[in-house]
């Protein structure tokens, strides 16, 4: 019954944004960890992809120009294009529909826990396609909260969407080999709990 009404609320997207915004303090944490891992590195003059945007709460951290992002689901794209600058389109992340080495940096934002491995695998080697040589990756993905005593958090990883949330080694592991880890850390987003990989394209 709770993960229907969270499927139903989830149909929503300026509820569900505004919802994601209050639990994770206006996204605050998020924006600026792509001005500083992502953006700063590859610069405003750069082609960034947002990979499954969803309703586009991560388009204004980039400049509007450079910016594309792609989700598999229709009514988020509509909703994404309608609110904020850049480009959109609807595809799967298995089989992205851009050009190779088009792409500067990407950005994967809560989107891998929601995918089983075969996908995450495929996607990675996609975005490895789509993406130039040397290109920055930045990838933050839920994980559970080490904060014992943060219980909204706790209530909210046990009520994420996500089947697949994976540990360390296991997210290590579907990255490589076509992504080299500079960093990993660990950062809190309101009440929420964050794992940022900082990595960059392997290979010519």
């Not at 509820?15 to 944490?29: C, D, H, K, M, Q």
């Not at 792509?34 to 082609?47: C, K, N």
């Not at 400049?63 to 594309?68: E, F, Q």
């Not at 909204?152 to 697949?164: F, I």
Request: charged share 20%; net charge negative; hydrophobic share 45%.
């Amino acid at each position: 019954m709770i993960q229907s009404l969270l499927t139903r609320l989830a149909e929503q997207p300026r509820l569900w944004v505004t919802l994601r915004s209050i639990a994770e303090n206006g996204f605050r944490a998020e924006r600026e960890i792509v001005a500083r891992e992502l953006v700063s590195a590859a610069g405003d003059q750069a082609a960034y992809l947002d990979f499954g945007c969803g309703a586009g709460s991560s388009a204004s951290y980039f400049p509007p120009a450079s910016y594309t992002g792609f989700d598999i689901a229709p009514h988020y794209v509509r909703y994404a294009a309608s609110v904020t600058s850049g480009r959109y389109a609807v595809m799967s992340g298995g089989t992205l529909g851009f050009a190779s080495g088009q792409f500067d940096g990407a950005l994967v934002l809560g989107v891998f826990h929601h995918l089983p491995d075969e996908l995450v695998r495929a996607s990675v080697a996609e975005l490895h396609r789509v993406m130039c040589p040397g290109a920055r990756l930045l990838v933050l993905e839920d994980i559970p909260s080490p904060r014992w005593w943060n219980l909204p958090g706790h209530l909210m990883h046990w009520l994420d969407r996500g089947d697949h949330i994976r540990t360390d080694a296991e997210y290590r592991s579907l990255l490589a080999p076509h992504f080299a880890i500079q960093r990993s850390y660990h950062v809190t987003s309101g009440i929420c709990d964050l794992a940022v990989y900082v990595l960059d394209r392997v290979g010519e």
